[in-house]
């Protein structure tokens, strides 16, 4: 449990599929949280409440903090009875890191980048599969979206393993901003996308970054143009798809394999 929360008297933690987020429920908490430095991930506010909510929002985001307006049924479920009174607060599991550091923690290791992007991740469970897979192949990083992903809160952390706490996680306001930056440092950009070259056939071992689509659609279409290149997994069988996070680590395993000579 983060060292803030035992400030919050007027708080509750959430407990869901095993303790898996922590959450501040009702305003005061929230306000007070929001003013010690908290490691907030999200807030959430309702659609419908009035009253201070809107400062409380305000401060969230000159904080740089996502905020989320939800029905005031959703709140009732996150917060199971709590009087959350409009807002919650999502505390995180990990502080995030940024493209900066990724990028120099490749280079004090004396090796190209691998950084793995995860281009609108919905699902907390595929998300913490990824970062997982991510901490044992080696890779520098992982960037993932501030908007339409999910974050690194307690589902994530407990998916990963712990590898959550060990693996540099850069969220930034625009995906396609970021591919741009990782370019311009001299980072290939690869795709996974059905059309792509054979993964098996395509050189991954310089520097380089791998972009997972999301659960249902995939990459984005501006994502999509973003790449340099595109890659794709040869499928056998009538299914023609592959969960996010097994396709990820088919890739990032193909990366290890090419990076690392292992040729047995």
Same mark, same amino acid.
């Given at each position: 449990?983060?060292?803030?929360?035992?400030?919050?008297?007027?708080?509750?933690?959430?407990?869901?599929?095993?303790?898996?987020?922590?959450?501040?429920?009702?305003?005061?908490?929230?306000?007070?949280?929001?003013?010690?430095?908290?490691?907030?991930?999200?807030?959430?506010?309702?659609?419908? !409440?009035?009253?201070? @909510?809107?400062?409380?929002?305000?401060?969230?985001?000159?904080?740089?903090?996502?905020?989320?307006?939800?029905?005031?049924?959703?709140?009732?479920?996150?917060?199971?009875?709590?009087?959350?009174?409009?807002?919650?607060?999502?505390?995180?599991?990990?502080?995030?890191?940024?493209?900066?550091?990724?990028?120099?923690?490749?280079?004090?290791?004396?090796?190209?980048?691998?950084?793995?992007?995860?281009?609108?991740?919905?699902?907390?469970?595929?998300? !913490?599969?990824?970062?997982?897979?991510?901490?044992?192949?080696?890779?520098?990083?992982?960037?993932?979206?501030?908007?339409?992903?999910?974050? @690194?809160?307690?589902?994530?952390?407990?998916?990963?393993?712990?590898?959550?706490?060990?693996?540099?996680?850069?969220?930034?306001?625009?995906?396609?901003?970021?591919?741009?930056?990782?370019?311009?440092?001299?980072?290939?950009?690869?795709?996974?996308?059905?059309?792509?070259?054979?993964?098996?056939?395509?050189?991954?071992?310089?520097?380089?970054? @791998?972009?997972?689509?999301?659960?249902?659609?995939?990459?984005?279409?501006?994502?999509?143009?973003?790449?340099?290149? @595109?890659?794709?997994?040869?499928?056998?069988?009538?299914?023609?798809?592959?969960?996010?996070?097994?396709?990820?680590?088919?890739?990032?395993?193909?990366?290890?394999?090419?990076?690392?000579?292992?040729?047995?």
């Amino acid at each position: 449990m983060p060292k803030h929360y035992e400030k919050f008297n007027g708080g509750r933690r959430e407990e869901n599929e095993g303790a898996d987020k922590t959450l501040i429920c009702g305003r005061n908490a929230v306000t007070e949280a929001l003013r010690s430095g908290a490691n907030i991930d999200t807030l959430y506010i309702s659609k419908t !409440g009035g009253g201070s @909510l809107p400062k409380i929002s305000a401060m969230a985001s000159k904080l740089d903090i996502p905020v989320k307006q939800v029905d005031d049924r959703k709140l009732d479920n996150m917060c199971r009875g709590a009087a959350h009174q409009g807002c919650a607060a999502m505390l995180g599991c990990a502080e995030y890191s940024s493209i900066d550091e990724i990028l120099a923690d490749a280079e004090q290791k004396g090796e190209p980048p691998f950084i793995i992007i995860c281009d609108e991740i919905e699902d907390p469970h595929n998300l !913490g599969a990824i970062i997982r897979t991510a901490e044992t192949a080696g890779a520098h990083g992982i960037i993932i979206p501030k908007r339409r992903s999910a974050s @690194l809160n307690y589902t994530v952390h407990k998916t990963s393993a712990g590898a959550a706490s060990w693996v540099k996680v850069a969220r930034v306001p625009n995906l396609t901003a970021a591919v741009k930056e990782l370019k311009d440092r001299g980072v290939w950009v690869y795709g996974t996308d059905m059309d792509g070259d054979n993964v098996y056939s395509t050189d991954l071992t310089g520097a380089v970054a @791998l972009v997972i689509g999301s659960e249902g659609f995939g990459m984005s279409r501006l994502m999509r143009e973003s790449c340099d290149f @595109l890659i794709s997994i040869p499928m056998f069988g009538k299914i023609n798809s592959l969960n996010a996070s097994v396709a990820a680590g088919i890739c990032m395993y193909e990366a290890v394999r090419q990076r690392k000579n292992i040729t047995k």
